[in-house]
Each structure stands twice: as structure tokens, then as C-alpha cells.
């Protein structure tokens, strides 16, 4: 065998073995296996320096990051430097963070829910309302600057769970001729007990109430009102209760 040849065989056996090991290097962690199994959604890696790897990825609606080590281990938390600054945070959320918002915006723009504004306002919220919910009747008052300006849209995604009539009177708005007015209605007569309660529920209205549950519990929300926006930046937040006056104007911005 000829040096030259025992040359080019070094070479291709090098290259396989170099190959094998890059493979094995950027293989898929088990331990992220084992961590979707409790709960937590791997979005996607990203680079950092030194020799751990880094993914991004949701824990319910919480954006966390994922690091792990040679040893395949992992750590779930915050990576700080020398001042105990936070390094990844906005990379974690601009992978994590942004899909899952929008993908919570979609089912909102799908849900059944009732328009509280001008077509065409320039600003959209969605918020999830309950007929019977003090705190909803004084986010619908304190929002009347900026809908009745033409400013913002607030498109009410309405559930039944405070009180027993609850859905009864959200139904009586589903299934008035006109939503918007009954809902008007409610509110503005909220101090005298509100709209009157449906006598019948339609099936069609019962599943979509129902819906309207489940996908305000799957957006993380526990009561009402449970806003949800997008902020100056475009990203979409979530706010749960009553909005305090600075908090208004993050929501629905300027008067």
C-alpha cells in the first residue's frame, strides 16, 4: 500500500469520524424530551458562547430558557454575566414569547365575541367579559374615551362563570339581533342588575361559550377581564383585571 493511498484512506476515515461526532454534537437532547413530558415546550435553539447549548421555549405562558450541559444535563433559568445582567432575556421571547402570542391572537380573531367600537379603529384589544363582572363594567366606563373616539376596538369575548346567570345573560347577548347594543345595555345599566337573562340557550350559543372558556383558560387567564393587546411594538401582552390609569393608556394607548 502505497503512502500516498494510506494518505487519502486517513483522510476519508477523519472525515467519517468528524462527521459522526458533529452529528452526535447537534443531536436533539434527551433531556428535552423529558422536560416536554412535564409540561414544557421546546421552541428553538439558539447560540451562546462556551459549551452548552441554549433553547428557547414556554413553560404554560411563561417564556423560559433552557440550557444544556455537556454531561446532558439541564438547567431552566436565566443566564447573567460579570453584573449579574440578564443575557438572553429578549432573544428568549423573540423565539419563545412572539410565536405563542401570535398564535393566541389568531384564536382570539376566531373566537365569538362582540364589537365594542369602529370597524376600522385603528387600535384592536380583545378582552374576555363576564355580564356579571364589576370589574369588566369599569374597564367598559373607563374604555369609552378611546372606543367613542374611533380610537380602539374592543371586542368582547363573552363567558358565563361568576354567577349563576352569567351565561344566561351572555347568551341574551349572542342571540340578541343586535350584540352590540345589548351589550351596550348591560353596561350602561349595570347598577340596576343589567341586561335580562336569556329564557333559552341555544346549542350553538352553549358551544361557543363553552369555547370561549376553554380558550380563556388556555391564554392563561383565571377571571376577568383578561385583556389582551399588542404593544407599541407590536408584540402581544396579556393583562389580567382591572387596568389602573397607566395601564390604560399601555393597553389602548393616548386618549
Not at 6 to 27: E, H
Not at 89 to 111: D, H, T
Not at 210 to 221: H, V
Request: hydrophobic fraction near 40%; charge should be positive; glycine fraction near 8%.
Amino acid at each position: 500500500m502505497t503512502t500516498k493511498f494510506k494518505l487519502r484512506i486517513f483522510c476519508v476515515i477523519t472525515f467519517l469520524l468528524s462527521t459522526t461526532v458533529a452529528a452526535q454534537n447537534n443531536a436533539r437532547p434527551a433531556v428535552l424530551k423529558s422536560l416536554e413530558d412535564e409540561g414544557i415546550k421546546v421552541v428553538q435553539e439558539f447560540e451562546i458562547p462556551g459549551d452548552m447549548r441554549a433553547f428557547a421555549g414556554t413553560a404554560g405562558m411563561r417564556p423560559v430558557a433552557i440550557y444544556v450541559s455537556k454531561d446532558g444535563t439541564a438547567i431552566i433559568g436565566t443566564r447573567v454575566d460579570s453584573k449579574a445582567k440578564a443575557l438572553d432575556e429578549a432573544q428568549v421571547e423573540e423565539l419563545a414569547l412572539k410565536p405563542m402570542g401570535e398564535r393566541m391572537w389568531e384564536q382570539l380573531q376566531v373566537s365569538t365575541w362582540i364589537q365594542d367600537g369602529h370597524v376600522g379603529a385603528p387600535k384592536l384589544v380583545f378582552t374576555f367579559s363576564d355580564p356579571n363582572c364589576p370589574y369588566c363594567n369599569r374597564f367598559w366606563q373607563a374604555a369609552r374615551p378611546w372606543v367613542d373616539s374611533g380610537k380602539v376596538q374592543i371586542r368582547h369575548i363573552m363567558v358565563g362563570i361568576i354567577k349563576e346567570d352569567s351565561a344566561s345573560k351572555a347568551a341574551a347577548m349572542l342571540q340578541s339581533a343586535n350584540p352590540a347594543a345589548a351589550l351596550k345595555k348591560n353596561e350602561s345599566n349595570y347598577s340596576k342588575g343589567g341586561i335580562k337573562p336569556a329564557t333559552h340557550i341555544s346549542d350553538k350559543t352553549r358551544k361557543a361559550l363553552g369555547e370561549n372558556q376553554i380558550l380563556m383558560a388556555r391564554s392563561g387567564f383565571t377571571g376577568t377581564p383578561a385583556v389582551v393587546y399588542r404593544d407599541d411594538k407590536g408584540m402581544v401582552q396579556r393583562h389580567n383585571g382591572l387596568p389602573t390609569e397607566a395601564q390604560m393608556t399601555a393597553i389602548l394607548g393616548p386618549k
